[in-house]
């Protein structure tokens, strides 16, 4: 990922607004407990111009597993769904 400035890192993402692939994928970067669910793309292009909508937003545990070993992380994460 290349070189931005603090200015370009959104402080929260909205519902109902839209936001381009870069500054969804420095969020992300720079918010290590949020995770953003995209169904139409599968990776995040920095130089694109596209534009994705947040849907909805959820807060929640994951539960997940790593081989035969159940995980859960101590605090939630937040959930972006675009």
Known sequence: MSNYF?????????IGKSYTEKELLIF????EDSVILCEDI??????STRKHTVKNIIKAY????????YQIVSK???YYVI
């Open 62 to 69: 994951p539960h997940y597993s790593t081989g035969r070993n």
């Open 76 to 78: 939630p994460k937040t």
């Open 6 to 14: 603090e200015d370009d890192v959104p402080e929260k993402l909205e």
């Open 28 to 31: 992300v970067v720079e918010n």
């Open 42 to 47: 599968s990776m995040f292009d920095e130089c």
